[in-house]
């Protein structure tokens, strides 16, 4: 199963039709269905939408295969979407742990100079932010915190967030949600 036929899935589980998603979520009926049958990709800004509107996090976006309570998830078998950028180029974000049990969702969230998160985000849950390389200017509420390598936060996510790389070099971040997220 790909991500197409499971959110094809959980659509019908929510007893919604494809005009119903689309009305729940600004995105258009034939984009909707060209995502459910895998015809197109989905950006992280869709994701957030799609998962707000079946009531789950993302990461249940993706198809799980797995019933262990250990998961591994090898470099290469790490689900990576692209996030929109309101001035830049898009950040990668790689999905760590998908298709687990385990109730976190850790996120590697590669950023290039001037990329962001987009608008403002409030989701429930947590959220834990640690920065690898590079810098990050992180807003959460009306304050901004700039954060430097080896810097971390933690926040609770219903309060609006976002953050962008006001640097010259690449950013790389470890984001860790608690679920559901984004």
């Known amino acids: 199963m790909k991500i197409g036929a499971k959110i094809k899935q959980l659509r019908i589980a929510n007893k919604l039709t494809l005009k119903e998603l689309a009305a729940n979520t600004n995105l258009s009926i034939s984009f909707l269905s060209r995502l459910e049958n895998e015809k197109t990709e989905p950006t992280m800004d869709d994701l957030r939408k799609i998962a707000a509107a079946l009531h789950t996090s993302i990461i249940n976006l993706f198809p799980n295969e797995f019933d262990e309570e250990i998961r591994i998830v090898r470099s290469w078998e790490r689900k990576k979407i692209l996030q929109p950028s309101l001035k830049g180029e898009p950040s990668e ?17 590669t950023i290039p100079p001037g990329g962001d998160s987009g608008d403002y985000a409030e ?28 810097d971390t936060i933690g926040y609770p996510a219903k309060l609006p967030h976002r953050w962008e790389n006001k640097g010259s070099k690449v950013t790389r971040v470890i984001l860790s949600s608690s679920l559901p997220t984004f």
Request: hydrophobic share 40%; with cysteine; aromatic share 18%.
């Open 93 to 109: 974000l790689e999905f760590l742990l998908w298709g687990s049990k385990i109730q976190m969702e850790p996120t590697l969230m």
């Open 123 to 150: 989701h429930a849950g947590e959220e834990f932010l640690f920065v690898l390389e590079g810098e990050l200017r992180f807003w959460c509420g009306d304050n901004y915190y700039d954060l430097q390598e080896g």
